[in-house]
């Protein structure tokens, strides 16, 4: 098979990753949340090496995007396992932080340089898990100034909806509402994990989509984020994609079949109810 000069740039960026980008680290928060191992952002990626053709996504949030080791593995794991990747192969980069909201991000400046960088097809946008609740102001704010960064480079705005904690499920609706409506007022896609997160539990409680601390996300958990992920961005179902996600000899995360499969089912049905509501 002889590979075109594209093919070859996100090969060798894949493997570049593979090389530099691959590491863990126990969460700043560890000690107070008994956190479980978190990503370490990949170095970043010279714009050149995401050519056209490649589905090259910036993700911007924090642990609730870095755990088990990350969307950009977990992501890449996922798309990479499907029939016809190569078609759009993914290239998944983060800014995340322990605990950061988007208006941290902003004042921090790491994210708009990265936005900035330009060559990107979405941006995906995570503020902390109670900014929707407790400060919706600077939320809608920060997510407004960020959204203009992302326009000017020609890419598209995706908000990643969060999870409530599992001791106060009542809160998802409240996200979810916020979410949307910021989704409507800046025009961009909501990818709606909380409410993927919602109906797992209500049809399988037992499956624990939370880590002990109760609302960091389990492997369960971020399997599911990655699945709504893939249902997005490629506009199919993940069932039967992988669902064992390494980095060499590491195993990251390895879910049971039926389990899997739950999962997968779930994220695909919830993005194509929230798209049929939305209209997308």
């Known amino acids: 098979m002889i590979l075109h000069r594209s093919q070859t740039l996100w090969l060798a960026a894949l493997l570049a990753m593979g090389v530099i980008g691959w590491d863990s680290a126990l969460g700043p928060e560890s000690g107070y949340w008994r956190a479980q191992p978190t990503w370490v952002d990949p170095r970043p990626l010279p714009p050149g090496a995401r050519p056209a053709g490649g589905l090259r996504v910036l993700f911007i949030g924090n642990s609730f995007t870095g755990y088990w080791g990350g969307q ?3 992501g890449t794991k996922i798309a990479t396992s499907s029939r016809g990747w190569m078609e759009r192969p993914p290239m998944y980069e983060q800014v995340t932080g322990s605990g ?63 999870w409530s904690k599992k001791q106060e499920p009542e809160m998802q609706s409240i996200l979810a ?94 993005g194509e109810m929230h798209s049929r509501e939305a209209g997308e």
């Open 100 to 162: 950061m909201d988007l208006e941290e991000h902003w004042r921090w400046g790491r994210a708009v340089g990265r936005i900035r960088e330009g060559n990107w097809d979405c941006v995906v946008l995570q503020d902390h898990s109670e900014g929707p609740l407790n400060r919706r102001a600077a939320f809608f704010r920060y997510a407004r100034l960020l959204d203009l960064e992302i326009r000017k480079v020609g890419a598209k705005t995706v908000l990643f909806m969060t």
């Open 177 to 270: 509402e916020a979410y949307r409506a910021l989704g409507r007022e800046i025009g961009a896609a909501v990818v709606p994990v909380g409410l993927a997160f919602e109906r797992a539990n209500a049809g399988r409680p037992a499956l624990e989509l939370h880590d002990v601390d109760g609302k960091h996300p389990s492997r369960a958990g971020s399997y599911l984020t990655a699945c709504c992920f893939y249902r997005y961005f490629y506009g199919r179902s993940p069932v039967g994609l992988s669902r064992t996600i390494q980095d060499g000899a590491r195993e990251w995360i390895a879910m049971d079949e039926t389990d899997a499969l739950y999962l997968q089912e779930i994220a695909s049905r919830t």
């Open 72 to 74: 950009v593995l977990i």
